[in-house]
């Protein structure tokens, strides 16, 4: 008998859960559907007039290994690109003037005093005080502490708030006050307890270098695809309609219900609902964001439910904005530059697109993304899209010296499109993952559980579905008394 599987969520989680059930089992009947018109969620690039033009993520993080594996599955590898290597490096915004980000800070630590000396970043008080970190006894609570208290505690509140805080916040757009370090950065609060601090765990780290299993060391930095993160979307369309797998885009799922044919498994409830759509399945992932998976599962774990809708989740848009090179007051060279919350500025990161990734725009011109609406700084995305992009295009003059007016902008927003790890977050989790996974036949995937990046949300659409085909193999369907009965908790 065949196995119908629905996935609601067509973002890289949802897709890369579909994918996986489908390389698994091919004979699986496996349908997802999506809320918008296209397909990625997040991933949203759009090609014209030679410019590819990133409306979400950009690239992915190439140590975390799901990324490079789903890309090999897919016969993506050989496309993977690196940042264009002539323009290395990036800024941080000082009082004004961008400033190199020093090198050798490694997954946020410095790893290397030497650059920490000698830049302008910090002042001669805040750079003994970070040196000092080899003198802070780790801390002996497990209690969760926010991130922002963990790195004044063994670096300092200079280093935190110049250094530390504008290169998180690129990841979170959130508040580091609020975020938890258990949640976003274990791996510091791991290196404070096996090295005694963050700078030797950071030398350690790069003496005993991870290598693969043919000898060459991983590749370390972002990857992306030529032609966009679009690529990624795309190739797993096609792997799993190749597969027999069906996506209906458009197409709203607005509940889980128990099977009204009275066998076992679930119906899903579809809004504006085509007759001929299926609609009954033996198994569901959620992959959602968490505030449209919290009333999804309301009816079959209160708990779940109420944890989902406890994950804060802030707003945020991307200006995209492009020029005549003759335009800037002076050549570029690096990624972009990183804007420190006590800037006290609406934009909080620039990345120069076509200068960071090759063939991002025509030859003489310069593609530029500017990121609005960090955690706190809501208001900041008030008001139409001319006046986002007038507030990035004051940024972009006042920091670069371009002139001028762009030859185009477009806004990209993203309402409530990223959750905050805020402290408390682990348990949130545990109990999304307690509540769902007492419910036989329902799983749930995405970026509010264990990572916002894309190779994080992979890992959850893959695990998501393992759990799925783990439990479709134990031979243990969702019983009518377990489906009809499924008591809310
Ligand atoms: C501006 C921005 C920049 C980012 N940059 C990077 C980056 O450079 N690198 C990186 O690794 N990560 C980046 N991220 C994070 C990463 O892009 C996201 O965490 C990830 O794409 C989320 O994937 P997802 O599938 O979990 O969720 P989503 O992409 O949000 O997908 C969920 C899907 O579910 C659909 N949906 C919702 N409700 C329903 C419903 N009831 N029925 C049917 N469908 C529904 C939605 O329409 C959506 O398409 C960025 C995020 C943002 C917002």
Not at 147 to 172: D, K, Q, T
Not at 216 to 223: E, I, V
Not at 275 to 287: G, K, M, T, W
Not at 432 to 445: Q, S
Request: with cysteine.
């Amino acid at each position: 008998m065949t196995r119908s599987i629905g996935v609601i969520g067509g973002g890289i989680s949802g897709l890369a859960a579909a994918h996986r059930l489908l390389a698994h089992d091919p004979t699986l009947d496996v349908t997802v559907f999506e809320r918008e018109k296209r397909l990625g969620g997040k991933i949203l690039t759009e090609r014209r007039d030679g410019y590819v033009i990133e409306g979400g993520p950009d690239s992915f993080l190439s140590v975390k290994p799901r990324g490079v594996g789903l890309s090999r599955e897919l016969g993506l590898e050989g496309r993977l690109i690196e940042p264009d290597e002539r323009n290395r490096g990036a800024f941080v915004l000082h009082r004004g003037a961008l400033v190199p980000i020093p090198e050798g800070l490694s997954g946020l630590v410095p790893s290397r005093l030497s650059p920490i000396v000698k830049t302008p970043l910090l002042t001669r008080r805040g750079k003994l005080r970070l040196a000092a970190e080899l003198l802070v006894r780790p801390r002996r609570s497990d209690d969760d502490e926010s991130l922002a208290s963990f790195v004044e505690r063994r670096l300092g509140r200079e280093a935190y708030e110049r250094l530390i805080e504008p290169l998180m916040s690129g990841i979170y757009a959130g508040d580091g006050r609020r975020l938890s370090l258990a949640a976003t950065f274990p791996n510091l609060r791991l290196a404070e307890l096996n090295h005694g601090g963050l700078i030797r765990g950071a030398v350690a780290a790069r003496t005993a270098a991870v290598r693969n299993s043919d000898g060459t060391l991983p590749r370390r930095g972002f990857l992306s695809y030529p032609t966009g993160m679009a690529e990624l979307a795309a190739a797993l369309r096609a792997r799993i309609e190749a597969a027999g797998g069906t996506i209906h885009t458009g197409t709203t799922v607005s509940a889980i219900r128990p099977r009204s044919d009275g066998r076992a498994g679930y119906d899903l409830e579809i809004d504006g609902l085509a007759p001929a759509l299926p609609r009954a399945f033996d198994a569901i992932i959620v992959a959602t964001p968490a505030w449209a998976a919290s009333p999804l599962l309301r009816p079959w774990s209160t708990a779940a439910a109420d944890a989902l809708a406890g994950i804060e989740h802030v707003s945020n848009a991307i200006v995209v904005a492009a020029f005549r090179t003759s335009r800037m007051a002076r050549p570029l060279t690096g990624t972009g530059y990183v804007v420190p919350r006590v800037e006290n500025r609406p934009v909080m990161a620039v990345t120069w697109s076509s200068l960071k990734w090759r063939d991002r725009a025509p030859a003489d011109h310069l593609l530029v993304r500017a990121f609005i609406g960090r955690a706190g700084r809501q208001h900041d995305l008030d008001g139409d899209d001319a006046h986002l992009t007038g507030l990035a295009l004051a940024e972009l003059r006042e920091v670069m010296g371009i002139r001028g007016e762009p030859e185009f902008a477009s806004v990209f927003r993203w309402e409530g499109g990223m959750p905050q790890y805020n402290l408390g977050h682990l348990d949130r989790v545990a109990s999304i993952e307690a509540g769902v996974g007492a419910v036989p036949g329902i799983e749930i995937a995405g970026n509010m559980l264990r990572g916002v990046g894309i190779p994080d949300c992979i890992a959850s659409g893959e695990t998501a579905a393992n759990n799925v085909l783990g439990w479709l193999a134990r031979g243990h369907p969702v019983t009518q008394r377990e489906s009809l009965a499924a008591p809310a908790r």
